[in-house]
């Protein structure tokens, strides 16, 4: 047992403004039990907490943004992962 490893992609690569992008944590593990909770920050004040791999999220603003990822699994052990997002005109 040990504690769970967060990851994620997120399609487009380079998201223009008002264009929607969906972000991919599937590939997260648990290591033992299993993801109960995905909590998403999406950089920009807004947050969404899912117990759903898949996110998406529209930005509405150019510029580069700090998305954060952190997992839950089963047995309430935790990881966090960060991504910057750039987002273009």
């Given at each position: 047992?040990?504690?769970?490893k967060?990851?994620?992609?997120?399609?487009?690569?380079?998201?223009?403004?008002?264009?929607?992008?969906?972000?991919?944590?599937?590939?997260?593990?648990?290591?033992?039990?299993?993801?109960?909770?995905?909590?998403?920050?999406?950089?920009?004040?807004?947050?969404?907490s899912?117990?759903?791999p898949?996110?998406?999220?529209?930005?509405?603003?150019?510029?580069?943004?700090?998305?954060?990822?952190?997992?839950?699994?089963?047995?309430?052990?935790?990881?966090?992962?960060?991504?910057?997002?750039?987002?273009?005109?």
């Amino acid at each position: 047992m040990g504690i769970p490893k967060a990851e994620f992609r997120f399609t487009p690569t380079f998201p223009h403004i008002n264009e929607t992008v969906t972000f991919n944590a599937s590939a997260s593990v648990a290591n033992g039990g299993e993801i109960i909770l995905y909590k998403w920050d999406f950089g920009t004040g807004d947050t969404l907490s899912t117990d759903e791999p898949i996110a998406v999220y529209t930005y509405t603003s150019q510029g580069v943004y700090n998305v954060t990822l952190k997992v839950t699994d089963s047995e309430n052990l935790s990881d966090i992962t960060w991504q910057l997002i750039c987002i273009e005109l």
